[in-house]
């Protein structure tokens, strides 16, 4: 019997204040430029604004790219352009420096964090830092077996839960959450399809390398067989997770609750971290008011689950690559938002009116 009850997020987790958000509104129709002339931006700095609880916004000024890493054992049917547990290669060039995410987040100046939850290699060969929270080396076939036990689908949401605390406490004011590996969107579109009650070609795409027709019809037959194992289970959440997830997937779930209980904005990147974000939302229905999309990847599971949650990308480029990528190129849009909010001028007779307003009051008053 697991001793974490998701069921207290409902509890835990509030919505941003509506009343900073009028205000910010408010705020935003004394500007000079006209309400609505900025498109949506406009609504990115009220949404930050009341996130913040400030008026006027405070610039985003600590982002952190938190990247969940694992490789999973549904791999092995080559529904994958990788090779099966080769996702510790792809954290090796994310600390390298070399991956798009890497490039990105350097020009940017954003820090990078990995979490190693279920690499298929040594943990010794990582850095102690990656590989701190690891629950397993490797999840679960998920069409044919569980990806995780019920006590590591628990272990996998506490360490998410416990480094948004960490990401918290250390003053981080964003983040721009993914993930890194192979086989991954395979689950991913598991749980979209179980919670969505859609088929499996309806979810199924490509990935971010582009498998070719065979290798979609496998990763079809994936999805379809793991979804009958899924459906008993649909109402329990942790053993959903431990059904048909996996650690990284757990643990990004974990994570975006956490995020939301301690009053953290998160930009979402592709599919993998929207089907964690779908459980999420399912576990407590206010948490994806606290979450951005960041682009849509062109995934048709990622379309679905955003839909549900009613998020609408920030960015359509087409990128694919994941590991946070897309969802970081959406981070300047946000910093831009919070800076036209805060800094736009407010108009003349605004400024002229408020002290007026404010002495015939005082006036009432008196009087």
Excluded: Y
Aim: one cysteine or more; aromatic letters at 2%; glycine letters at 10%.
């Amino acid at each position: 019997m697991s001793s974490l009850n998701l069921d207290d997020f409902t509890d835990l987790i509030e919505r941003p204040d509506g009343g900073v958000r009028r205000d910010a509104e408010e705020r935003r129709a004394r500007q000079v430029l006209p309400p609505g002339s900025l498109g949506r931006l406009d609504e990115l700095g009220e949404w930050l604004s009341a996130a913040q609880s400030a008026v006027p916004v405070r610039p985003v000024e600590r982002p952190r790219v938190v990247l969940f890493a694992g490789d999973h054992g549904v791999s092995e049917l080559g529904v994958s352009a990788r090779p099966a547990g080769g996702a510790a290669d792809l954290v090796r060039s994310v600390l390298a420096g070399t991956s798009p995410v890497a490039l990105l987040a350097r020009r940017l100046d954003v820090p990078v964090r990995v979490v190693d939850m279920a690499l298929d290699c040594d943990p010794g060969e990582l850095p102690a830092e990656v590989a701190g929270h690891r629950v397993r080396r490797g999840s679960g076939r998920i069409d044919i077996e569980d990806a995780l036990t019920a006590e590591e689908a628990e272990q996998a949401v506490r360490a998410g839960m416990a480094v948004a605390d960490e990401e918290a406490d250390s003053g981080t004011d964003l983040v721009v959450l993914g993930d890194i590996s192979v086989g991954g969107t395979t689950p991913a579109a598991t749980l979209i399809a179980a919670l969505c009650g859609t088929d499996a070609s309806v979810v199924t795409g490509r990935g971010g390398e582009a498998i070719d027709d065979l290798a979609w019809m496998r990763k079809c037959a994936a999805v379809r067989d793991s979804l009958r194992r899924a459906r008993p289970v649909l109402g329990d959440q942790l053993e959903l997770l431990a059904a048909v997830g996996g650690a990284d997937l757990a643990a990004m779930t974990g994570f975006l609750l956490q995020c939301a209980v301690r009053r953290t904005p998160v930009i979402l990147d592709g599919v993998v971290a929207s089907a964690a974000a779908l459980v999420a939302q399912r576990v407590a229905f206010r948490s994806p008011d606290w979450w951005l999309a960041g682009h849509d990847s062109g995934e048709p599971a990622q379309a679905k689950a955003l839909d549900r949650m009613a998020l609408e990308p920030l960015l359509n480029h087409g990128v694919k690559v994941g590991e946070g990528a897309g969802a970081l190129l959406a981070l300047p849009l946000v910093q831009a938002a919070a800076a036209l909010s805060a800094e736009l001028p407010e108009r003349a007779e605004d400024k002229e009116t408020e002290p007026q307003e404010a002495a015939a009051a005082e006036s009432e008053q008196q009087g």
